[in-house]
C-alpha cells in the first residue's frame, strides 16, 4: 500500500474524526449514566442525548469509510457496503438537523408567551411531546435517508464511469444529476428555514424582555434570564454551525472546484466536534462534569510529574 498524501489526508481526517466522537460519547454516556442513577433528565437533556447519538453515528461512519478506503478499497466497491455506509451517512446528516430544529423549537415554546389557543397548548404539553417528535425525526430521517440514498447510487453509477470511486474526492455532480441535488436542498432547508425563525424570535424576544427589565428594575441578567440567554447562545451558535456547514454542502455539492471541496471536507471532519462542544458549553450539568474530569486529569498529571521530580532527585 503506497502512502501519498491522499492517504496521509484521509488519516489526518481520522484523527479528526476521533477527536469528534470523545465528546459526543461523552455526552451520551453523561446522561444515560445520570438516568441510571436515578436522575431526572429533562427534555433538553433527551434533544442533546440524541443529538449527541447522532454525532457517534456520524463519527464511527465516517471512521469506517476512511479505514475501507485506505486498506480495503475493494471493499468499498461491494454494493451492500456502499449502500449501507451512505444510508448511515444521510440518517445522521438528517437526525442532526432536524434534532438542532428541534431543540430550538423546544426553546422558542419554552421562552415565548402565547394567547390561549393551538401554541399555547403546545407550550403546555411540549415536555411530554419531545420523546414523540424524537422518534418522529428518527422515523422521517430513515424514510429521507432511503430516498436519498438510492438517488445518490444512481449518481455514482453515471459518475463511475469518468472517476474512481476509491479516491471520494468530490461529491460534484453533473446536470443529468440535479434531481439529487434539489432532493439535498430541500430536505436541508426545511429544518434551517425552521431555525431561522425560532431562533431569531428568541433572540428578539429575549433582548426586549432585557431592556425591559433593565428600564423598570435596573436588573436585566435575573436567574432565569441568565438560562435564557444561556439558551439563546447555544441555538445561535447551533444555527451558525449549520448554516455553514449547509452552504459549504450546497457549494460543495455545485461547484467542481477541488480546493472548495477540501474546504468543505475539512469542515465536515470537525462538525462533530464543534457540535459536541457547543452542547457541552450550553449545559451547565454536562459542563461542571466535564470540568471535573480536565481537573482530575491535571491533578494526576501534577502528581505524576511531582512523583518524576522526587525520583530524579
Not at 52 to 63: A, C, L, W
Amino acid at each position: 500500500m503506497g502512502w501519498g498524501i491522499d492517504t496521509i489526508l484521509q488519516i489526518i481526517n481520522m484523527v479528526e474524526t476521533i477527536f469528534g466522537l470523545i465528546p459526543s460519547v461523552f455526552i451520551v454516556t453523561s446522561n444515560i449514566q445520570c438516568w441510571m442513577k436515578g436522575e431526572k433528565l429533562n427534555s433538553t437533556d433527551h434533544i442533546v442525548t440524541a443529538l449527541g447519538f447522532s454525532g457517534i453515528i456520524y463519527s464511527v461512519v465516517v471512521i469506517a469509510k476512511i479505514i475501507l478506503l485506505i486498506f480495503f478499497p475493494e471493499m468499498f466497491l461491494m454494493t451492500a457496503i456502499f449502500i449501507t455506509l451512505y444510508f448511515i451517512t444521510f440518517y445522521s446528516f438528517y437526525t442532526g438537523y432536524w434534532l438542532t430544529t428541534c431543540l430550538s423549537f423546544f426553546f422558542f415554546m419554552k421562552i415565548n408567551n402565547f394567547k390561549p389557543g393551538f401554541f399555547s397548548w403546545i407550550k403546555m404539553k411540549i415536555d411530554s411531546l419531545v420523546p414523540h417528535l424524537i422518534l418522529a425525526i428518527g422515523g422521517l430521517s430513515i424514510c429521507l435517508s432511503v430516498v436519498g440514498t438510492i438517488l445518490y447510487t444512481r449518481v455514482k453509477a453515471v459518475n463511475s464511469t469518468s472517476s474512481s470511486m476509491t479516491s471520494q474526492s468530490s461529491y460534484s455532480l453533473s446536470p443529468d444529476n440535479s434531481t439529487f441535488i434539489v432532493y439535498m436542498f430541500m430536505n436541508s432547508s426545511i429544518p434551517i428555514l425552521v431555525a431561522i425563525f425560532t431562533t431569531g424570535h428568541i433572540i428578539v424576544s429575549l433582548y426586549k424582555h432585557t431592556h425591559r427589565m433593565r428600564r423598570n428594575m435596573g436588573d436585566g441578567d435575573g436567574p432565569s434570564l441568565k438560562v435564557h440567554k444561556r439558551a439563546a447562545c447555544t441555538l445561535s451558535s447551533l444555527f451558525i454551525l449549520y448554516i455553514t456547514d449547509y452552504s459549504l454542502t450546497m457549494a460543495g455539492v455545485l461547484s467542481n472546484d477541488d480546493t472548495l471541496y477540501w474546504i468543505y471536507g475539512t469542515f465536515s471532519y470537525s462538525f462533530v466536534f464543534l457540535q459536541s462542544v457547543i452542547l457541552i458549553l450550553g449545559n451547565s450539568r454536562l459542563l461542571q462534569k466535564c470540568m471535573k474530569i480536565l481537573n482530575k486529569c491535571r491533578q494526576r498529571k501534577f502528581l505524576n510529574e511531582g512523583r518524576v521530580q522526587t525520583v530524579s532527585s
